[in-house]
Nanobody, 121 residues
Framework: QVHLVESGGGLVQAGGSLRLSCTAS????????MGWYRQTPGKQRDLVAG???????KYADTVKGRFTITRPNGSDTAFLQMNSLKPEDTAVYFC???????????????WGQGTQVTVST
């Protein structure tokens, strides 16, 4: 089992910045990918940014050039630096982490509790 703890959400004016953090803990295989999705009421959860253990970082088109995801030294903590925030970035941001199931080897995704980001005009 993997437990994710998120922090860093809050209220900010348009044009401002916030940094989210997500730390994974638990026994078993190492974490492969980490990242964030976001969700607004009545809508599906959409990918914001993902950083795999190998391969390319992915960003939603709407955040490219403004958001940066990092995972220093491949640790089990990831950060999402959000700059030039816009009111449309307002959402609950959910951190995720993936690792292989200990028996089947299938990738399992775990979710954080979510953190509210509100961008005012």
């Amino acid at each position: 089992q993997v437990h994710l703890v998120e922090s860093g959400g809050g209220l900010v004016q348009a044009g401002g910045s916030l940094r989210l953090s997500c730390t994974a803990s638990g026994s078993g295989f190492s974490i492969n990918a980490m990242g964030w999705y976001r969700q607004t009421p009545g809508k599906q959860r959409d990918l914001v940014a993902g950083i795999p253990s190998e391969g390319s970082i992915k960003y939603a088109d709407t955040v490219k050039g403004r958001f940066t995801i990092t995972r220093p030294n491949g640790s089990d903590t990831a950060f999402l630096q959000m700059n030039s925030l816009k009111p449309e970035d307002t959402a609950v941001y959910f951190c995720y982490a993936e690792r292989p199931h200990e028996v089947s080897g299938v990738q399992v995704r775990y979710w954080g509790q979510g953190t509210q980001v509100t961008v005012s005009t």
